[in-house]
């Protein structure tokens, strides 16, 4: 559009700049009429200033949706380590990202994936226990055989 009317405007003929880009008379003058008296630099302004209001609305809309959505997370009324079992719920509802649904509920991403597997503490307990009965001359030679195996004593 602009670039039509910078060329009608420098002095070429409306038929055939039109005819070079495939445009027909009346898209010309209807171009014509809703810019008015535009110059090319307003008309350049106007093209900025239409985008970032696309951009905005966008960005509006993208923010109501979050709230919707963190709406009917408090009316669940969960506990924050239930926060995991929302995530595939919004995705499912609302088409999200894994990533923007962890934000949403200020969950970690890499928390997403990783779980704790509950370790096997049964060999150390009981070794602890084992420990917890010697006598106290017993546990002084432990540690002496433990710091000369590391290193930091010297054997007597």
Known sequence: MIYVLKHVEAGGKMLEVCRQLGVSLATFYVWKRSTGQMGISELNELRVLRDENGRLQKLAADLSLDKHILQKVLQKKSRPAHLRGFIPWMRESYGLDEKHACELVMFAHFSYYHRC??????????????????????????LYCLNVKAGMLTPR
């Open 117 to 142: 597997r509950p370790r096997d503490y049964t060999a150390l307990i009981r070794r602890l226990r084992e420990l917890a009965g010697l006598r106290v001359m017993d546990i002084e030679g432990l």
